[in-house]
């Protein structure tokens, strides 16, 4: 790849199909080829591992590959992860019927957890508490904001105005701050808990 930016290192390509290299082709009438995974979200750990959730299941980079994950559904299609630490991944997706669900790694395997209402991002904060953020990308769609307490998922109430929208959240690392943006046709909007 290119030598970046001045100042700024240099990406490289971390992702290839499993087991092969990259090879880019065309896809029959501009479609994607259903073998190469498609991430829709990654999530990295300090020690250098990270994890994706791809179309054909959750992956694990180790440093120098990537592997599927064994122990989750096969058919799903998957939205959201969340690496913690080496022995706290969550994961998030849709079930064939439809129906969203939560994966979470304890290190050793992995146990399905109350699912959020929908297809939320997820997000952990220093204090250990987990929300979900249902994203929302234009004015009028639904766009929440849940807390897991207990085995529940609790819609939280934030002050949006009729026309406002919630588009994504983050924490602050070991701090039990959660910080949300989104935007009226007209002006942005900042959320904390603190």
């Known amino acids: 790849m290119g030598g970046g930016q001045p100042g700024l290192p240099a990406l ?4 290839p199909r499993l087991g092969r290299d990259l090879v880019r082709q065309p896809a029959a009438e501009g479609r994607r080829d259903p073998a190469e995974p498609a991430a829709a979200d990654i999530s990295a750990l300090p020690d250098g591992s990270a994890w994706a959730a791809a179309d054909n299941g959750v992956l ?6 990537w592997s599927k994950t064994p122990g989750l559904p096969e058919g799903a ?29 304890d290190g050793g395997t992995w146990r399905e957890v109350p699912a959020a209402p929908g297809h ?42 009729d026309d406002g929208r919630i588009t ?17 046709p007209n002006v942005p909007l900042v959320y904390t808990n603190v």
């Open 120 to 161: 939320e991002e997820l997000v952990r904060t220093g204090d250990g508490a987990m929300w979900a953020v249902r994203r929302s990308s234009y004015a009028g769609a639904q766009a929440d904001l849940y807390r897991l307490v207990g085995d529940t998922w609790t819609l939280v109430d934030a002050p949006l105005p």
């Open 60 to 65: 694990r980079w180790d440093g120098r590959g």
């Open 12 to 15: 490289r390509l971390v992702l």
């Open 168 to 184: 994504d959240a983050t924490s602050v690392p070991g701090a039990p701050s959660l910080w949300a943006v989104g935007a009226t």
């Open 77 to 105: 299609a998957w939205n959201d992860v969340l690496a913690v630490s080496a022995n706290e991944v969550w994961a998030s997706g849709t079930a064939p019927d439809g129906e969203p669900f939560v994966y979470r790694w």
